[in-house]
């Protein structure tokens, strides 16, 4: 498991990196899927410098590092390059969340590079914990953005949707981002009437993911059915259905806190 409570401070032959290229995931093709590199081996292979490094915390009692490399230099004959959701379900969540922090730092670091306040170039602090402007003193830390995914129930039916631009790969639990000044609750009920236009009730929390595409974390509940028919917003929602589970269509994984909500709700019945 990733121990972010102290992060490294000087990089070492023998730490690990996990190494994007853009948005995506490299490994070795000789290696594990998802098994990170060494600090050498990422040195030998792109020639980047410690400086490059972005400290993510402990992995196996060795400092882990994050580090981008360019999207031309990826070797297919020597790496697997990949979206972060390809690991999803295949590498034990303690690697995937690993992965899926030092995405997060890469991607906060990218568009913090500048302050938001009056423009000037900002440099890391603390570590590499947050970056300061120096022409304004403005200190950003690392932005996580909370999503509530809900499976709403009518009976022993269980609402799902195909979201719009996604061709119907699955059918999921909705699931929106909480706007300024809500409670999760208030969330879920409203993302719900916003989507398929029904009102829900009873919400009950689950469970809660880290979800790095690009900095998420999904915070999980239940709600039931209390009045109003399905009435799709196109731009949101492709197609939706109460659903028997006899009759299920395709969805997303249990490695997913959706599928652990679809799951969790079939096996309570």
Known sequence: MLDISELPS???????GFVFAGRNTVTSLRGQPGSPWRLSEVTEQWGVSHHDAVPVGRWQDRGAWAFSVPEDSINQTEHLSGNLYG???????????AHGRAYQLLYWRDTHRHC???????RAIEDGRAVLCDSCSLRVYPRVSPCVIVLVSKADKLLLAAAAGFQKRFYSTLAGFMEPGETCED???REVREEVGIEVGNVRYFSSQPWPFPSQVMLGFFAEWQSGELALNPDEIED?????ISAMPPTPPNASISGQLISHFIESL
């Open 10 to 16: 000087e990089p070492q032959s023998e730490d690990w």
């Open 87 to 97: 690991l999803l379900g295949r590498v034990e969540d303690s690697l995937f969340h």
């Open 116 to 122: 938001g306040r009056c423009g000037s170039l900002t």
């Open 187 to 189: 969330a879920v009920i």
């Open 240 to 244: 939706a259905d109460w659903f028997d």
